[in-house]
């Protein structure tokens, strides 16, 4: 089972959105990175699985313009680059955790 976020707060001035679980301690994302794994239809190749953003485009200062929850399992984000299609499941934000519990590399 997929444990849910307890808290979600996004912090424009540091960059980041901070994520606490109920079984983890709260994790700084860094916006820039979560942008850059989006998996959505623009920007990874939906066959291919290659990726069709360019990295070099999103803009150093990107930030969450807004952001909802979508159902039980994902966060909307929309960004300040206009982007509004990419849905980040508990499942994904979970691997894509960087702190030592969870290692992740991605």
Known sequence: MINVPTDIQANTAQGILSISWSDHPSWPYPFRYLREKCE???CVHEITG??????EDIPSDIHVTSMNLVGN??????WSDG?????YTWERLRELCQCPQCGSDS
Request: aromatic share 4%.
């Open 40 to 42: 959505c239809a623009k």
């Open 50 to 55: 290659e990726q069709l953003l360019v990295v």
């Open 73 to 78: 399992y994902a966060l909307k984000i929309v």
């Open 83 to 87: 982007h509004d299609t990419g849905l």
